[in-house]
């Protein structure tokens, strides 16, 4: 401006300058307008490290291949017919620097969150990995749904605790069910309605339990269909596309160090990168590096480094295994490629909440064997350790790895120790027979039929003695023995719950053949099978000669006995104390905020599932709503929302003209008698079947 002053004359500066200005301007504004115009996802702040940091697949010809020497392939989501929101976790979002309603009101926010549109800075990609599943080596497996979208910086000022298991600040966002990559084996590479709804609310209600979990930020649905069978059964049916937007640091899993694994010598299978040791260091430097920096700086020699790392995955697992136990939760498909580098519940399938307390409890209706039963799941966790460990020599020396699995028992057991003690409000001393008087609620629990969740939820009920014995000690004892009652199961429940799976001729055959061939009995069955069918027939046969008044007394002689002793150690824990009031109501607030009210029970999911597969998806946002604070009452949601039509209901998101087909829900809904969240199942739940 200075320089183009003296060569004009002093009456036609004005105009000269200003064009000038404006010339110079136009397209640094027209940018900033661009930018200002541009929608919060369409501004995400991605920094895609792993694309650049690990071994990227050359090649990119569409079609299912095996993938040699690479971590990751990218990919081209394909496209849904109009996608549309069915919900989204405001909290899971902001995880981003994104918030909920303005990405449900982004046009275009349905088609980013989906895939069908890529967002600025986007990388699609799909992460290559292997596993054992079931017991077995597969071979190679990788994200055959899911699709890598890139890495998303953390915005300003992130709560230091979310942040805490990733400190490298960035969060990786996935699409799940965005189509076919060179990992979808026969499989389409797609999601619907009814798996997409229940891993969108579990990994949010697992989060909000305090358990570790990848996040998952929206659920998107389409006109798009494809054919399913969903109990392999031969009777497919057209179920609509759908789409998780899930968030966590990283997706690599135990089974990402798999690809390197020489031939299975069962199987005969190999992972696809055999040989290639220098990638695997490669991915040890990556995972430490991101997102175990403190071992990373602490450990200069390399061994030592990776000892360390193994024991810290170590103690996260027994940690994270602890956690499910003590909530009733079974993952229902633990194979070593479900298993999180970071200790994080992850890759929802048919996973369930117990309801009656059970140890034998299978949440998936595939799993024959009961290899992924509630009781099975810490030593699973532990054989999967051994499998990583065993896939990370040479970088891990094998007698190392040995010393650091003998840790893992130990540590399972402090971690459940010290969260069933919350639960049980035994906060002011540690007894030696804390652990026995755990052991014999669960047997209770178990022989009563009880309910795991909400019997743990009661508790909190039951007085502290205060003063020695006193006149009332009877009545209180029964008054809480009535209040266990209810959540015991009937005879008739009993009796369903006990009947033995196989068919009675079947396992007449099995125990003739156990006596008369042992080693043809032990190539089609197993001992621990045939003991456990042979149990549930005894106690039925037992509960066909009880009468449902010789069980409710039975069971209440069961509650009163485990009720006295509970309150001979609560008594101790009064010992010693000058504020007797305090500990007591210190007590009641930490097994409230431990035992939680709501849990995702495959009900309430269902509920919601009907609903949003009829056009609805209130229902689905309002369960979110109560999983959020599942510790609480929450005033105006303690029923479905098809209760409260014209009341407290929230109407929530809705397909266009699908008014009927909304009405049509609640009437399938309603026909079901609704209960309150927080209530045992109805009986038509136990008919729900997952796979």
């Known amino acids: 401006m200075a320089y183009l002053g003296p060569r004009l004359r002093p009456s036609r500066i004005f105009v ?51 993938v040699k020497g690479a971590c990751f392939s990218r990919v081209k989501p394909q496209p849904l017919t109009k996608p549309r929101f069915v919900a989204v976790s405001h909290e899971a979002l902001a995880l981003v620097g994104l918030r909920g309603d303005e990405v449900m009101d982004d046009p275009l926010g349905p088609e980013y969150l989906s895939g069908s549109r890529v967002m600025p800075g986007s990388e699609p990609a799909a ?14 497996l990788g994200d055959g749904a899911a699709c890598y979208l ?33 990992y979808s084996r026969q499989a389409d590479g797609r999601k619907v309605l009814r798996s997409s709804i229940r891993e969108f609310l579990c990994s949010e209600a697992m989060f909000f339990l305090g358990v570790p979990t990848t996040r998952a930020g929206s659920i998107v649905t389409s006109d798009s ?17 759908s789409v998780v937007l899930r ?47 403190e071992i990373q700086q602490n450990y200069p020699d390399r061994v030592e480094r990776n000892v360390a790392f193994f024991r810290e995955v170590m103690l996260r697992t027994a940690r994270l295994v602890a956690q499910w136990q003590c909530i009733g939760f079974c993952h229902g498909v633990l194979n070593t490629d479900n298993m999180s580098i970071l200790g994080l519940t992850m890759d929802y399938g048919p996973y369930g909440f117990m309801d009656r307390f059970d140890p034998d409890f299978i949440c998936n209706a595939s799993d024959n064997s009961g290899r992924y039963s509630y009781q099975a799941q ?7 350790l051994v499998k990583l460990a065993e896939a990370l020599a040479p970088e891990l020396p094998p007698d190392r790895a040995e010393s650091v699995l003998d840790e893992y028992l130990d540590l399972y057991n402090g971690f459940y120790l010290d969260n069933m003690r919350k639960k049980l409000g035994l906060l002011t001393k540690e007894e030696p027979e804390d652990e026995m008087l755990i052991t014999e609620l669960l ?117 009163t006995q485990w009720i006295t002793c509970y309150r001979k150690r609560l008594a101790r824990e009064l010992e010693g104390q000058s504020d007797v009031q305090a500990v007591q109501e210190q007590r009641v607030r930490v097994m409230d905020s431990t035992n939680p009210r709501v849990i995702l029970r495959n009900y309430i ?27 609480s009452s929450q005033q105006g949601l303690e029923l479905p929302a098809w209760m409260g039509r014209g009341g407290v209901s929230e109407q929530g998101e809705r397909d266009e003209g699908e008014e009927q087909q909304q009405q049509q829900a609640a009437s399938v809904s309603t026909a079901r008698d609704p209960i309150p969240y927080d209530s045992k199942p109805p009986a038509w739940a136990h008919e729900i079947c997952v796979t």
């Open 16 to 66: 000269p300058v200003v064009s000038a200005f404006r010339l110079l301007c136009s397209v640094g504004m027209n940018d900033m307008g661009l930018a200002m115009s541009r929608s919060a996802l369409e501004r995400l702040d991605f920094d895609n490290v792993a694309l650049r940091k690990l071994p990227l697949d050359p090649s990119e010809e569409p079609g299912v291949r095996q």
């Open 127 to 140: 992460h290559c990995y292997c596993g054992h599943q079931f017991g077995q080596f597969a071979g190679q």
């Open 150 to 182: 890139g890495e998303v910086k953390a915005p300003p000022g992130q709560e230091p605790e979310l942040l805490r298991e990733n400190p490298n600040g960035r969060w990786e966002i996935q699409v799940k069910g965005a189509g076919m990559t060179p």
């Open 225 to 241: 269909t494809v054919v399913r069978d969903v109990y392999y059964s031969g009777n497919a049916c057209h179920e609509k596309c």
């Open 247 to 293: 968030i966590a640091p990283t997706f690599f899993r135990f089974g990402s160090f798999e690809i390197f694994k020489q031939a299975d010598e069962f199987t005969g299978r190999q992972g696809p990168s055999y040989g290639r040791d220098e990638i695997r260091s490669q991915m040890m430097d990556y995972i430490i590096e991101m997102f175990y920096p």
């Open 378 to 384: 810490p030593a699973i966790c532990r054989w999967n």
């Open 443 to 559: 047997q209770t629990m178990h022989n009563t039929g009880a309910d795991f969740t909400n019997t743990f939820r009661s508790l909190s009920h039951i007085s502290c003695p205060s003063g020695g014995e006193s006149e009332g000690e009877t009545d209180l004892v029964k008054k809480a023995t009535e209040l266990l009652l209810e959540q015991c199961a009937s005879l008739e429940e009993l009796k369903a719950a006990n009947k033995p799976t196989m068919d009675p001729r079947e396992l007449a055959m099995l125990l003739s053949m156990a006596q008369s061939n042992p080693a043809l009995f032990q190539m089609i069955s197993d001992r621990r099978t045939l003991s456990k069918q042979l149990d549930k027939l005894s106690r039925l046969k037992d509960l066909m000669e009880t009468s449902q008044e010789e069980l409710k007394n039975k069971q209440s002689e069961e509650w």
């Open 605 to 631: 999911a269902q509920n919601a599932i009907e609903a949003a597969e009829n056009g609805d998806f209130s229902e689905v946002q309002r369960v979110l709503k109560v999983l959020e604070k599942p510790f």
